[in-house]
T-cell receptor
Framework: NAGVMQNPRHLVRRRGQEARLRCSPM?????VYWYRQLPEEGLKFMVY????????ESGMPKERFSAEFPKEGPSILRIQQVVRGDSAAYFC?????????????FGPGTRLTVT | KNQVEQSPQSLIILEGKNCTLQ??????????LRWYKQDTGRGPVSLTI?????NTKSNGRYTATLDADTKQSSLHITASQLSDSASYIC???????????FGAGTRLTVKP
């Protein structure tokens, strides 16, 4: 059973471009979470999705950021018109049901660098 | 101010020594507390999950304690190994929405 997969592992974008980050949850997991980790800081919750539904997007910036988890395929975190402050590591986690008490399993992350 | 404070920020110890990492929180109402290990360039991996009624829980050489009254937790690492070098993150989950609050982590370096 493969773990949570994220791609790309590293992504470089120029200011103003779009960044698309992909997350494939563990087999059998229907819940996906996205987190952002700025250099030397802790993880910050962004969004929590079930298949075809956004459950909680309270940590997502109101502009330029969007997330989806379609019926088929991976979850996508999209950042439009990236700025230097978007440079960070973006982690995806999946769980089999709901957050608690079920464990969350993290992917290896995507490191986004905006030049 | 962060609702989950970890100390020390960083720590260097010699291989074979023990160490204790601290986590103080103000998150309320409390549901459970987790410790994660995050190797450089990787995602966090769960070490322990502790609920309100649990005072101590072990996972190999890792032992976590929880004092829900004083809102403090610690992670004790016994007989450290080079592979223990990582960031250790304390996460507190609150009711009723199960919001997760992450500490900034303690960066542990184990030297030979």
């Amino acid at each position: 059973n493969a773990g949570v997969m994220q791609n790309p592992r590293h992504l470089v974008r120029r200011r103003g471009q779009e960044a698309r980050l992909r997350c494939s949850p563990m087999k059998g997991h229907s819940h996906v979470y996205w987190y952002r980790q700025l250099p030397e800081e802790g993880l910050k919750f962004m969004v929590y999705l079930q298949k075809e539904n956004i459950i909680d997007e309270s940590g997502m910036p109101k502009e330029r950021f969007s997330a989806e988890f379609p019926k088929e395929g991976p979850s996508i975190l999209r950042i439009q018109q990236v700025v230097r402050g978007d440079s960070a590591a973006y982690f995806c986690a999946s769980s089999p049901k709901d957050r608690v008490p079920y464990e969350q399993y993290f992917g290896p992350g995507t490191r986004l660098t905006v030049t | 101010k962060n609702q989950v404070e970890q100390s020390p920020q960083s720590l260097i110890i010699l291989e074979g020594k023990n160490c204790t990492l601290q986590c103080n929180y103000t998150v309320s109402p409390f549901s459970n507390l987790r410790w994660y290990k995050q190797d450089t360039g990787r995602g966090p991996v769960s070490l322990t999950i502790m609920t309100f009624s649990e005072n101590t829980k072990s996972n190999g050489r890792y032992t976590a304690t929880l004092d829900a009254d004083t809102k403090q937790s610690s992670l004790h690492i016994t007989a450290s190994q080079l592979s223990d070098s990582a960031s250790y993150i304390c996460v507190v989950i609150s009711k009723p929405r199960d919001d997760m609050r992450f500490g900034a982590g303690t960066r542990l370096t184990v030297k030979p």
